[in-house]
């Protein structure tokens, strides 16, 4: 036997091992997730021989919707799709301020729970259960319950929609923002503890700076979705273009239906471009200042 050879042949093996192991594991992972998705597809009632039989009726109906633009006349053939930009226009407009009210609001409340609720600042323990409980409460609901309940309470209306934008944004934001303060530098909260400030006082010195930057992020990213929740609010009665959007399938307006998705669709983009550019530039900034 070959003296010289037997640690690498033990560290061969040993890898060999290791690897079939991590193989097995994979092989049971991938397993487990199969099993687990049958359950879930036979639960929620998926069932790929009725997709497969329906999908046609989907292609027909998108086909419906698509307006028929000639090459002899498609500037008469886009003007009669668009024929009421107008009041498309006032809508989505109305769609955008319910999001950015929304947001506003629901970002003013997450901000103060978030301080309440992160541990390191070690608010009192009955305080920060009650929020968290309230923030939990609050981004568990859907948005679109809470919008058929301020119908309800409030008529049919916008500020439907801003409320429930408002409460939803407040619970998702409030939870993101509280894990934003339990990672910030606890030097300079010892340092105003020390040197006896108050709660409030570590707050505002200590971990205000810190985490302004990422609450901006976070408002603008969460003002991107609510700007596509707030655009189907309109299905339950809170405003903007959703209603307008409800009221052309309901009555058939096929070519109606594409112009106002199409609508949706690029204010969602160009919205989505300029929070993204904003975030870099607040990342960006942040990391200047931090060098």
Excluded at 13 to 38: C, E, G, K, N
Excluded at 52 to 81: C, K, N, T
Excluded at 256 to 277: C, G, K, N, W, Y
């Amino acid at each position: 036997m070959n003296v010289t050879h037997l640690p690498g042949a033990l560290v061969r093996d040993a890898y060999a091992q290791a690897v079939a192991r991590r193989r097995r594991m994979a092989v049971l992972a991938l397993l487990a997730l199969a099993v687990l998705a049958a359950i879930a597809g036979r639960v929620a009632e998926v069932q790929p021989r009725l997709l497969a039989e329906q999908i046609g009726g989907f292609m027909s109906y998108i086909d419906r919707i698509l307006p028929q633009i000639s090459a002899a006349h498609p500037a008469q053939d886009v003007a009669e799709w668009y024929w009421g930009l107008g009041r498309w226009l006032v809508l989505l407009l109305q769609t955008i301020l319910i999001a950015y009210l929304g947001t506003l609001l629901g970002s003013f409340g997450a901000f103060g729970l978030s301080f309440l609720a992160a541990a390191n600042l070690k608010p009192a323990p009955w305080v920060r259960f009650a929020c968290r409980r309230l923030m939990e409460f609050c981004r568990t609901v859907p948005d679109m319950v809470f919008a058929l309940l301020f119908v309800i309470a409030f008529g049919i209306g916008p500020m439907a929609g801003v409320f429930a934008l408002a409460v939803h944004s407040a619970g998702t934001l409030g939870k993101l923002f509280s894990e934003v303060v339990e990672n910030i530098d606890m030097r300079p909260v010892e340092g105003v503890r020390s040197a006896g400030g108050s709660w409030r006082q570590t707050v505002r010195y200590a971990a205000l700076p810190q985490v302004l930057p990422n609450f901006a992020s976070y408002a603008m990213l969460r003002f991107d979705i609510n700007v596509r929740a707030a655009s189907i609010m309109g299905f339950v009665g809170a405003g903007g273009i959703g209603e307008q959007l409800m009221v052309a399938i309901r009555q058939f307006y096929y070519t109606d239906v594409s112009a106002i998705l199409l609508l949706i669709l690029a204010t969602v983009m160009l919205i989505d471009f300029a929070s993204e550019r904003m975030r870099h530039a607040l990342i960006g900034a942040v990391r200047e200042t931090a060098v």
